[in-house]
C-alpha cells in the first residue's frame, strides 16, 4: 500500500538520493514544507525566513518497506541532535523534523526518538521536530535528483557521495 511521509535532516539532495535507492520507495521529492511563505523558491529558503525546511516526501510502498525502516533509515542519514544545522549547512531550513502524514506515523516517529536517546546512540538530546505534514512545495526543477544529475559539483563530492558510500554499506539489504 502507498503511503507518504515528509522528512527534513539537512540538505535535501543527500536525502533524497539515499532513498531513491532504497527497495520500496515509489518517489522522493525534494522540496520545502511547514513553513509560511506561499510557493517559495530555493533562494527564499535559504535566506531562513520563510520558516520552511527543506524536505523530501517520500511515497513508499509498505509491503515492501515499513514505515519503521524509512524512519530508521533517516535517523542514520543525518545527526538528529544537531539544531538548525547539519555540518556546514546551518538554518531553521536544515533542520532534523518529521512531519507525519498519518498518527502511526507521529507514533513510530516519537517511539524512535525515545529508543535513540535511551540508547544513546548520539551525544546529546535529539531535537528532531515532529509535526504534521503541512503544505508541500516541491523544489525546482534543477533540484530534483540533483546527485544523480550533478555528480560533480563540488558539494556532491565533498558532502553526498561520502554519506551516500556510508549509507549504502550500512543498508545494502535494503538497496534496489
Known sequence: MAQ?????????????AAYLSVSGIINAESGYSNGTTTNPSYKEV???????????????DSDVISTQEVLEIFFALHDPTQL???????GTQYRSA????????????????????ADEIWQGNVVTEVEAAQTFYPAEQEH???F?????????????????????????????
Open 46 to 60: 535559504c535566506s531562513g525566513n520563510t520558516g520552511h525546511a527543506e524536505v523530501v516526501r517520500l511515497t513508499f
Open 98 to 117: 518529521v512531519f507525519y502524514h498519518n498518527d502511526e506515523q507521529k507514533a513510530l516517529a516519537e517511539q524512535l526518538i525515545s529508543e535513540i536517546e
Open 4 to 16: 507518504q511521509i515528509t522528512l527534513a535532516g539537512g540538505c535535501f539532495w543527500c536525502i533524497e
Open 84 to 90: 538548525n544545522r547539519q555540518g556546514n549547512d546551518v
Open 144 to 146: 530534483k535528483d540533483y
Open 148 to 176: 544523480n544529475n550533478n555528480p560533480e559539483n563540488q558539494y556532491c563530492q565533498m558532502v553526498v557521495s561520502p554519506k551516500l558510500a556510508k549509507f549504502k554499506k550500512t543498508f545494502a539489504s535494503k538497496l534496489k
